[in-house]
T-cell receptor, first 111, second 111 residues
Framework: NAGVTQTPKFRVLKTGQSMTLLCAQD?????MYWYRQDPGMGLRLIHY???????AKGEVPDGYNVSRLKKQNFLLGLESAAPSQTSVYFCASRDGNSPLHFGNGTRLTVT | GDSVTQMEGPVTLSEEAFLTINCTYT??????LFWYVQYPGEGLQLLLK?????DKGSNKGFEATYRKETTSFHLEKGSVQVSDSAVYFCAPLINDYKLSFGAGTTVTVRA
């Protein structure tokens, strides 16, 4: 019962570095999402995917890119990290009218 | 546009007190409604849901009723425990693929 797995759990980057966050789900869900959570801001949608090979922008997509080459994986990339991208990132997946299943988050600090 | 308004926190209560967290939304049609809970250091998990008007979702002593007339889905618990200390998010399913999250309400229950 792995559900949604995010790697890594923690990461520290210097400004300008790049990295990729990996999300994997084993529930055969069609829809996958990347959110960021910041104090007092709740969850904000970065990008999402409604199926393999598709991606779309959410509320705060700038500075991020995503790819969904395989149905079970949804990658979030930061090409040139900035301190404003310091946050906790959550991946989630769902199908149809079902609720979201969340990963345990990745805590990213950009110095 | 579609949005959700959630009662601001933080909320601090004593054990066995009554808890209510207000949530109202704007959306076209009648979306499914969800409450999620986030315990310290963890990801979000589904607390309860309601999929049509007048439905009552319940779990772990929490309840919420889908009120179509007032577009509300207020969360209630009659007697809280220290273990209920968490952040609570209201989330209507706005369309087939997008959930909008409220800002979250931090609840602290004192022994």
């Amino acid at each position: 019962n792995a559900g949604v797995t995010q790697t890594p759990k923690f990461r520290v980057l210097k400004t300008g570095q790049s990295m990729t966050l990996l999300c994997a789900q084993d529930m055969n869900h069609e829809y996958m999402y990347w959110y960021r959570q910041d104090p007092g801001m709740g969850l904000r949608l970065i990008h999402y995917s409604v199926g393999e090979g598709t991606t779309a922008k959410g509320e705060v997509p700038d500075g991020y890119n995503v790819s969904r080459l395989k149905k079970q994986n949804f990658l979030l990339g930061l090409e040139s990290a900035a301190p404003s991208q310091t946050s906790v990132y959550f991946c989630a997946s769902r199908d149809g009218n079902s609720p979201l299943h969340f990963g345990n988050g990745t805590r990213l600090t950009v110095t | 546009g579609d949005s959700v308004t959630q009662m601001e926190g933080p909320v601090t209560l004593s054990e066995e007190a009554f808890l209510t967290i207000n949530c109202t939304y704007t959306a076209t049609g009648y979306p499914s409604l969800f409450w999620y809970v986030q315990y310290p250091g963890e990801g979000l998990q589904l607390l309860l849901k309601a999929t049509k008007a007048d439905d009552k979702g319940s779990n772990k002593g929490f309840e919420a009723t889908y009120r179509k007339e007032t577009t509300s889905f207020h969360l209630e618990k009659g007697s809280v425990q220290v273990s209920d200390s968490a952040v609570y998010f209201c989330a209507p399913l706005i369309n087939d693929y997008k959930l909008s999250f409220g800002a979250g309400t931090t609840v602290t229950v004192r022994a």
